[in-house]
């Protein structure tokens, strides 16, 4: 009997080990999904934020006034920067400092892009709507100063329309990665919950109520989904690493704020799903006659 008992207990420990790995190495593929959807993210706001749009000026205007309205567009909260673009810079922004001297010398020493100020919007206005309305707000508030507006139109929509496929394409992968996941899980739990379905209907037979012979399963599918989490998380961390390290042209970093976004998404995940796949599995033994347990 005793050694009944040690392969049985060794049994159980098996069979709980082998969820936890098939339940980490499941959340590992979900977090490679949520890890580059945030990081997507990222890039998304850091190239909407990279649009640029120029005003340049009446003739008529000189520096000192363009200086001002720099100064006063840098107090409105649409802008993520605002600078004042000397006509010398602009030229050597367009051709570089080697070829500006030919440049003049074309144009017999005057040069062809005037002063002018750039600003790049925040992310909210970094779309079609947000920079026409832009556009137009400027113009109202200086309407008589200013000559023209300019910005590719063409970039702003590739910007948007190109993030938006990435975005659908990601939630699809997630959504499908999910599903499985849930299927995976769920399989995995039932059969280390078969090597206690005795106990589950002796205790049952004896008086406890299916509350009561629900919380230690429970619980102890928050443990494994708190450790298969963990275990998924130090899995994507060590993939991060390897790419960085192996890989020169991919690099992987993640800010403290979307590591414990991602960590906290991935525990919540196996949690939420061993809790799951925990209940609908002992509501299956729990619901079973005796004779049906053979």
């Known amino acids: 009997m005793a050694g009944i008992d040690k392969n049985s207990r060794r049994g159980v420990r098996t069979s709980y080990v082998s969820t936890v790995i098939g339940i980490s190495l499941v959340l590992f593929m979900i977090g490679i999904v949520l890890g580059g959807f945030i990081g997507l993210e990222g890039y998304q706001r850091q190239a909407k934020e990279n649009l640029q749009a120029d005003i340049f000026f009446s003739p008529e205007l000189n520096d000192a006034d363009i200086k001002q309205v720099e100064q006063e567009l840098k107090t ?88 938006k496929q990435f975005v659908f394409l990601f939630m699809a992968v997630a959504l499908l990665l999910i599903i499985i996941a849930v299927a995976m899980i769920n399989n995995t739990i039932r059969l280390a919950l078969y090597s206690k379905r005795f106990s589950i209907k002796t205790m ?50 993640y800010s403290m704020q979307n590591f414990l976004i991602l960590l906290g998404a991935l525990l919540g995940i196996g949690i939420l799903i061993t809790i799951i796949s ?9 619901r079973m006659k005796l004779d049906d347990l053979y």
């Open 76 to 163: 409105w909260d649409e802008f993520s920067d605002v600078l004042y673009v000397s006509k010398e810079r602009a030229l050597e922004e367009f051709v570089g400092s080697d070829e500006k001297d030919e440049i003049l010398e074309v144009f017999n020493g005057e040069y062809p892009i005037p002063t002018n100020i750039s600003y790049k919007p925040k992310e909210a206005y970094a779309n079609v709507d947000g920079m026409k309305k832009l556009k137009e707000k400027i113009l109202k508030e200086y309407g008589n100063k200013i000559d023209n507006i300019s910005y590719e139109e063409a970039s702003v929509e590739g910007v948007n329309l190109g993030f």
């Open 278 to 286: 925990t209940w609908f599995a002992l509501n299956k033994y729990l």
């Open 204 to 253: 049952q037979l004896v008086g406890a109520t299916s509350g009561y012979i629900r919380r230690p399963f429970v619980w102890q599918a928050v443990g494994i989904g708190i450790i298969s989490g963990i275990i998924g998380m130090a899995l994507l961390m060590a993939m991060f690493y390897a790419l960085n390290n192996v890989l020169n042209s991919i690099e992987i970093s």
